[in-house]
């Protein structure tokens, strides 16, 4: 595996529903991020990690709830979700999280609530 | 005010022609610009980044950045139907320490 890969790539869940999705990345980088992408809003900062610290929530509502296990590993956990949370999440890795660094995204999770 | 702005489109470009795509930024303290593709249903890439004014070429690609006017640029010479997709600006702020992304400008080429 190359980049950055995340997994499932499409989740329908309801709004009792417990899941996580997770993010890999293989670049030897040292900041993680998530993302959120609604349909015709600018992509939407949710968590950044760097050497496994989080070091910026961004008014995320409790229900999501990210993990960094590893500079390697990024989750996100879901809990009672509403549907206005269907969105692509996306993951993105960077070499040291500063503003002059490349992000490298990853395909993404398609989240539908139900 | 937008922190990033850019004009959703659709731009419509015919093939083989130039295709400009603008961004705009509110903080004056912002020091690195990028501009991402995104094709739809993908995932957003890196096309370009630029630090400092003036212009850098890459292929087909130009970036502009005037720091004194607050925006910056992106310039497809040749335009090519592979080319029709929406291109994100980002910004990173140094004042937050993070990077702030437009909402995107959708690109159609049209042969």
């Known amino acids: 595996e190359t980049g950055v890969t995340q997994t499932p790539r499409h989740l329908v869940m309801g709004m009792t529903n417990k899941k996580s999705l997770k993010c890999e990345q293989h670049?030897?980088?040292?900041?993680m991020y998530w993302y959120k992408q609604s349909a015709k809003k600018p992509l939407e900062l949710m968590f950044v990690?760097?050497?496994?610290?989080?070091?910026e929530n961004n008014s995320v509502p409790s229900r999501f709830s990210p993990e960094c296990p590893n500079s390697s590993h990024l989750f996100l956990h879901l809990h009672t979700l509403q549907p206005e949370d269907s969105a692509l999440y996306l993951c993105?890795?960077?070499?040291?999280?500063?503003?002059?660094?490349?992000?490298?995204f990853g395909p993404g999770t398609r989240l539908t609530v139900l | 005010q937008k922190e990033v702005e850019q004009n959703s489109g659709p731009l419509s470009v015919p093939e083989g022609a130039i295709a400009s795509l603008n961004c705009t930024y509110s903080?004056?303290?912002?020091?690195?610009f990028f501009w991402y593709r995104q094709y739809s249903g993908k995932s957003p890439e890196l096309i370009m980044f630029?630090?400092?004014?003036g212009d850098k070429e890459d292929g087909r690609f130009t970036a502009q950045l005037n720091k004194a006017s607050q925006y910056v640029s992106l310039l497809i010479r040749d335009s090519q139907p592979s080319d029709s997709a929406t291109y994100l600006c980002?910004?990173?702020?140094?004042?937050?320490?993070?990077?702030?992304f437009g909402s995107g400008t959708r690109l159609s080429i049209r042969p």
């Open positions: 993105a890795s960077s070499q040291d999280g500063t503003i002059t660094d490349t992000q490298y």
């Open positions: 670049l030897g980088h040292n900041a």
């Open positions: 990690y760097n050497f496994k610290e989080q070091t």
């Open positions: 903080d004056r303290g912002s020091q690195s």
């Open positions: 630029i630090y400092s004014n």
């Open positions: 980002a910004v990173g702020r140094s004042s937050a320490s993070k990077i702030i």
